[in-house]
């Protein structure tokens, strides 16, 4: 019988330990073990590699210096926030968010750019990105020598493990090793990740599945993200894949099936009049959606029908995916949610009549108007979560392995 490979399962362990001291600490290391369902023998040797490198700290918890105190003080443990630095990042079509965050993924320091970008010529948009990073990096107090790690999140389809930008809508050009791009700007191992995933994980880390261990996100951007949690883990395709929801084909037949991007994205929403007038304009400043939504409340019969359709195929497709995994929370985010309560409510109506009557109970719909500074925290996460399954050592965390080659 094939064993585990003791490296991954010593990278899963230190992984799980570090989690569970972030959620839950201070924490003793009995905790730890009840929690994590580990020995008590393992948890006891990652915590003091963990200490040794300076990852976590003690607490003592009751007065070391009252001799009338009864038993020893409870030694508890925290993560050390000053431990490592990284870098996370959102990229849209017309603007960059960016942050600094400490070891816990607490923001350090913020900058927002309003700058269009969508389609610009690949090292132009580097150009701009690896400005946005040293900007916000100089605002923390601190140089790109004190970051660990930078994690850049696209809209698209994302090659997590090969830093591969296989398609997005920002980007001119099909497969782009991005990663491999701003690693060799910065001199600093760099992370490209679907922006779905990334802000998956700012809601599993801060926000409204701060609580789950499994979890649904759909992103309703310019494009239809998907993000499934399980076990605390992001599910990955084969070579760490995003899930692009807007390619997911729906229809009764070959004849009339449609992918869902062409029923409920941005584009398909907008229509032939997002080229003209005004707004154009605001599809270029990223306020077309709330564009929209004035329309619509002033009875524009053509976006109310398009809204109305695109927030039945989401409920279908939200329907669908529950069906699949029976997640306890689907966390519903982005620009599409600015498009009011007839969206909204056509979409949760037509969920309600496509969740088959067996599962109706297991599934809460919530939306959330995460701001753009959430999602590019969420991409310091995926950083992070890299950190914390690394081997450190007395000079911190071993490096990256090299990117693929592949174009």
């Not at 759909?218 to 390619?247: C, I, K, M, P, Y």
Request: aromatic letters at 4%.
């Amino acid at each position: 019988m094939k064993t585990a490979d003791p490296e991954l399962m010593r990278a899963i362990n230190r992984f799980t330990v570090l989690d569970t001291i972030r959620r839950y600490g201070p924490i003793s290391r009995v905790e730890i073990s009840e929690r994590s369902e580990l020995s008590t023998t393992t948890v006891s040797a990652i915590t003091a590699s963990l200490l040794d490198d300076g990852l976590i700290l003690t607490r003592h918890e009751g007065d070391i210096r009252n001799p009338a105190s009864r038993g020893r003080p409870r030694v508890m443990l925290e993560l050390n926030p000053e431990a490592a630095r990284v870098v996370g990042a959102k990229i849209a079509a017309n603007h960059m968010v960016f942050v600094v965050t400490n070891f816990c993924g607490e923001v350090i320091s913020h900058l927002a750019l309003p700058i269009r970008v969508n389609r610009q010529p690949i090292g132009v948009i580097a150009d701009l990105i690896e400005d946005g990073i040293r900007r916000c990096v100089i605002d923390a107090g601190l140089s790109l020598d004190d970051i660990g790690s930078v994690c850049i999140g696209f809209p698209g389809v994302v090659e997590h493990r090969t830093g591969l930008v296989r398609s997005s809508p920002i980007l001119s050009e099909p497969d782009i090793d991005f990663a491999r791009e701003m690693t060799d700007r910065l001199n600093v191992a760099t992370i490209v990740e679907s922006d779905a995933h990334a802000i998956t994980l700012a809601h599993h880390w801060f926000g409204k599945g701060r609580d789950l261990d499994d979890m649904v996100l759909v992103s309703l951007e310019q494009t239809l993200g998907l993000g499934v949690l399980h076990g605390g883990q992001l599910f990955r395709g084969a070579g760490g894949l995003s899930h692009n929801l807007g390619d997911l084909m729906m229809g009764s037949g070959l004849a009339e099936t449609v992918r869902l991007s062409a029923l409920a994205g941005e584009t398909a929403i907008l229509g032939e009049q997002a080229q003209h007038g005004r707004f154009a304009e605001a599809i270029r400043l990223g306020r077309g959606m709330t564009l929209a939504q004035a329309l619509i409340a002033a009875e524009d019969n053509t976006l109310i029908l398009a809204a109305t359709r695109a927030g039945e195929a989401i409920g279908i497709a939200v329907a669908n995916i529950v069906t699949l995994f029976g997640p306890p929370r689907v966390v519903i985010v982005g620009s599409s949610l600015s498009l009011g309560d007839l969206f909204l409510n056509a979409l949760a109506d037509a969920y309600r009549r496509a969740i088959p009557t067996s599962i109706r109970e297991v599934a809460e719909l919530v939306f959330d108007g995460s701001p753009d500074e959430v999602w590019a925290q969420g991409a310091a996460v995926v950083a992070l979560c890299e950190l914390y399954e690394s081997p450190w050592g007395t000079t911190g965390p071993a490096p990256a392995p090299q990117q693929s080659t592949r174009t």
